[in-house]
């Protein structure tokens, strides 16, 4: 296993973040190249709440599956993995107020490969590791935009 993690400071307040990387359905705003196709249940987020995203990498496309693990409101929430070349991989976003409206938001991936797809994990801890900065600060550029969304 490899642990990849990334840390910003986003100037919203902790609420407003939270929401934003807990909901999959935000998902598609910040992973280019990813579309949210099935989440059950439908409502609010809970612990087994699951959901899948088809990805675009590499020029392939695949789908990956998700349930979420950890859910602790305006703190935690961690997903997963249940289908792709990172099954059994934890992708946990954690908030934490470091001001009125500032949050420190932290992501750590527990990166996990199995079967062939051993043979490949340097590669794909390469590409993850420059994903996830992309992402993260895909996250503060939309939330500190006017693109934000309402919350």
Known sequence: MVTIKDTIVVERPVEAVWRFVSDPNYTPRWFEGACVIRRAPE??????ATFEVAVQAGGVSQVIGARCTVL??????????TSGPTEHSTDTWCTEAVGESLTR???????RVSGVWTLLQPIIVQG?????????KNVKR??????SPST
């Open 43 to 48: 409502g609010s987020l809970a612990i087994g």
């Open 142 to 147: 939309i939330l500190e935009s006017r693109e």
């Open 128 to 136: 993850t590791r420059k994903a996830h900065a992309a992402e993260i």
């Open 105 to 111: 938001l932290t992501r750590a991936f527990d990166l």
């Open 72 to 81: 602790d409101q305006n703190r935690t929430v961690a997903w997963q993995f």
